[in-house]
């Protein structure tokens, strides 16, 4: 899919992204109906959200440490950025694109999360519970879907699918712009007649056959140390993001929220090393940022050489 032209690529990914969308909104409603009472069932109400110790059972600090594990959800947003380049009328485009995803995020990320700790107490989905489904099988399973862990299999394979053929184009992307400006072989900047840079597709495809190889090689390991560097690259992203938005606002002020955002990140990235199995995060995304640092500066010294005009 990601071979063929972009409008391809786009229909099939919103056809295919609706099944997880289906499913959340479908989650919602039902979990809805469960907590104000449905047909003759006793309404679940609001007590799980006070009960077990209160609101905030943990404190603050159980909030912050919990936006370690919540802000790898939204990791992948900027990819609407992305997206510019091929846009017809990216001027209308993007700025509806962007309030479009802040209010589906809303909606479906803190409604599901919502629906999920009001339904279940959190002290039975916490680790060492003893949980051992899906607390949205559990939901499913209360009103009598039969193979609702199959059902919610299927969204979960299908959404990690659409998840992992949106970053297969970010990527793409991502390694053909770096070929345009000089920091990567110039050959990935070329497209087809499609107008898709299938060469920096294959080099794209290539990595990703490499992270599944190293997790048949390293069971036990290859997931935690992927996932951190995962972590850590798209925390790094919005960090560079942050700090260049700074930097191209501070002539028209109005500068202080991305000083914010930027300081924000930083504290999450630093938090990573107090919380149990997210240590990780650090020694392994700054080993790998040690590695593209000085292969950055090498390309950057033959930039001049390997740089591509557009018309080219």
């Given at each position: ?16 992204a ?17 907590i ?21 059972p ?37 700025p509806r ?8 995020l ?7 999360v ?5 339904i ?32 919610v299999?299927f ?47 294959m ?33 790094y992203?919005w ?62 010294r ?11």
């Open positions: 899919m990601n071979a063929r032209d972009v409008g391809s690529f786009g229909n099939f990914e919103y056809w295919f609706m099944i997880k969308v289906v499913a959340i909104v479908m989650f919602i409603a039902v979990g809805m109906a469960l104000l009472g449905w047909d003759l069932r006793p309404a679940i109400g609001f007590s799980n959200l006070t009960s077990h110790g209160g609101f905030l943990t404190g603050l600090r159980g909030v912050w440490v919990a936006m370690v594990f919540v802000i790898f959800s939204y990791v992948g947003t900027e990819i609407v950025a992305v997206t510019a380049g091929e846009a017809k009328n990216p001027e209308v485009a993007l694109a962007v309030r479009a995803m802040a209010a589906r809303i909606l479906f990320y803190l409604g599901a919502f629906v999920l700790v009001t279940v107490p959190w002290t039975q989905i916490q680790p060492g519970s003893g949980v051992t489904a899906s607390p949205f099988v559990r939901v499913f399973q209360l009103i009598g879907i039969p193979a609702a862990a199959h059902i299999n969204v979960v394979i299908t959404a990690a699918a659409s998840s992992m053929n949106c970053n297969l184009y970010l990527v793409t992307r991502m390694m053909f712009s770096l070929a345009r400006g000089g920091y990567a072989p110039q050959a990935w900047g070329r497209v087809s007649t499609k107008g898709v840079p299938v060469r920096a597709l080099v794209s495809a290539a990595g990703l056959g490499l992270a599944m190889l190293v997790s048949i090689l390293y069971p036990s390991s290859a997931y935690v140390y992927l996932f951190g560097i995962s972590l850590f690259g798209g925390l992203a960090l560079v993001i942050f700090v260049t938005h700074l930097f191209f606002r501070r002539s028209m002020g109005t500068k202080w929220s991305s000083a914010l955002g930027a300081l924000s990140i930083i504290a999450i990235l630093l938090t990573t090393w107090w919380v149990e199995g997210m240590r990780i995060t650090l020694i392994a995304g700054l080993s790998w940022l040690a590695v593209l640092t000085p292969l950055y500066m090498w390309m950057s033959r930039g001049r050489s390997l740089r591509m005009s557009p018309a080219e």
